[in-house]
């Protein structure tokens, strides 16, 4: 189910949903993306240099979405809470190689080194926690070590869930099938049909989000609001479906948030992922 509203209203919407709710609500906002061609990758927020080609938007959702939350958390203060950052640590990390196992290792290399050296968040992200008085403690970190959650990491961690998964025998109501060693894994949907959730042994943005949710929900959320950019909600969606269809994740509600590119749409939309009924089972 979706609906839409004006993106005018998205902060009294915001703070509304989050108002008296306590530390199993988490909101995903302040979504990221690294930049690099080679170099050092970075992430812009606090770059006044030109930007590359694609950069501008995402930067403005990034901006945009973290001081939504961060406001929320000012102006709630019965609420509790926790915000997710997360770290976009593939579509714009380009190293300019021709041979493509090269370009996938110096990417992951390059994306590793900027999430050890921010290993809080970055320099904008804390900035507009401080210039309102909020505790890092409302950030829920990924680990003690490192607080932002991967793009690529959790695209990794989704194939061994999914493989275990369906070792354990799991899966069954979602027609999830192994083969090729674990290399593909098939999972049908009502609606959807059959969709290849792994393949050659990588999974797709869908997947590395139905590990975002499965994980959360494992550190006790049990409601999700996620702004996410518009160009994306199909895939978000998508990953919601499949988690919920794939896991046993009674009692999660998650509202996904599509934001438009700047000057594209003057709206929202909400959609709102299905709820699992029922008691947690651990």
Same mark, same amino acid.
């Given at each position: =189910?979706?609906?839409?509203?004006?993106?005018?209203?998205?902060?009294?919407?915001?703070?509304?949903?989050?108002?008296?709710?306590?530390?199993?609500?988490?909101?995903?906002? &302040?979504?990221?993306?690294?930049?690099?061609?080679?170099?050092?990758?970075?992430?812009?927020?606090?770059? %006044?240099?030109?930007?590359?080609?694609?950069?501008?938007? =995402?930067?403005? $959702?990034?901006?945009?979405?973290?001081?939504?939350?961060?406001?929320?958390?000012?102006?709630?203060?019965?609420?509790?809470?926790?915000?997710?950052?997360?770290?976009?640590?593939?579509? $714009?990390?380009?190293?300019?190689?021709?041979?493509?196992?090269?370009?996938?290792?110096?990417?992951?290399?390059?994306?590793?080194?900027?999430?050890?050296?921010?290993?809080?968040?970055?320099?904008?992200?804390?900035?507009?926690?401080?210039?309102?008085?909020? *505790?890092? %403690?409302?950030?829920?970190?990924?680990?003690?070590?490192?607080?932002?959650?991967?793009?690529?990491?959790?695209?990794?961690?989704?194939?061994?869930?999914?493989?275990?998964?369906?070792?354990?025998?799991?899966?069954?109501?979602?027609?999830?099938?192994?083969?090729?060693?674990?290399?593909?894994?098939?999972?049908?949907?009502?609606?959807?049909?059959?969709?290849?959730?792994?393949?050659?042994?990588?999974?797709?943005?869908?997947?590395?989000?139905?590990?975002?949710?499965?994980?959360?929900?494992?550190?006790?959320?049990?409601?999700?609001?996620? $702004?996410?950019? =518009?160009?994306?909600?199909?895939?978000?969606?998508?990953?919601?479906?499949?988690?919920? *269809?794939? $896991?046993?994740?009674?009692?999660?509600?998650?509202?996904?948030?599509?934001? #438009?590119? #700047? &000057?594209?749409?003057?709206?929202?939309?909400?959609?709102?992922?299905?709820?699992?009924?029922?008691?947690?089972?651990?």
């Amino acid at each position: =189910m979706s609906q839409r509203i004006d993106l005018a209203t998205v902060p009294e919407w915001l703070a509304a949903q989050v108002e008296g709710c306590g530390n199993d609500v988490a909101v995903l906002g &302040g979504h990221f993306a690294i930049f690099s061609a080679g170099a050092a990758a970075t992430d812009l927020l606090d770059d %006044s240099a030109a930007t590359p080609d694609g950069a501008e938007e =995402m930067l403005e $959702f990034t901006r945009l979405t973290w001081r939504w939350v961060c406001d929320a958390a000012r102006a709630s203060t019965s609420s509790q809470f926790r915000s997710v950052v997360m770290a976009d640590d593939i579509q $714009f990390v380009r190293p300019v190689t021709r041979d493509r196992a090269v370009t996938e290792r110096l990417a992951a290399a390059l994306a590793c080194d900027y999430l050890e050296t921010v290993n809080t968040l970055p320099t904008f992200h804390l900035r507009e926690l401080a210039a309102r008085g909020i *505790s890092t %403690s409302r950030v829920l970190r990924r680990t003690e070590q490192r607080w932002l959650f991967s793009e690529r990491e959790l695209r990794h961690a989704a194939v061994r869930r999914v493989r275990q998964h369906h070792t354990a025998g799991g899966g069954s109501r979602a027609g999830l099938t192994s083969s090729d060693n674990g290399n593909t894994m098939t999972v049908t949907l009502p609606e959807q049909g059959d969709y290849c959730l792994v393949h050659s042994g990588h999974t797709t943005c869908a997947g590395g989000y139905v590990e975002l949710l499965a994980s959360l929900y494992e550190r006790g959320i049990r409601q999700l609001i996620a $702004f996410v950019p =518009m160009r994306c909600l199909s895939q978000v969606s998508l990953g919601t479906e499949l988690a919920m *269809s794939l $896991f046993p994740l009674p009692g999660f509600a998650v509202t996904n948030v599509a934001v #438009p590119a #700047p &000057g594209t749409a003057s709206y929202v939309v909400l959609d709102h992922g299905r709820t699992v009924r029922g008691s947690p089972t651990y």
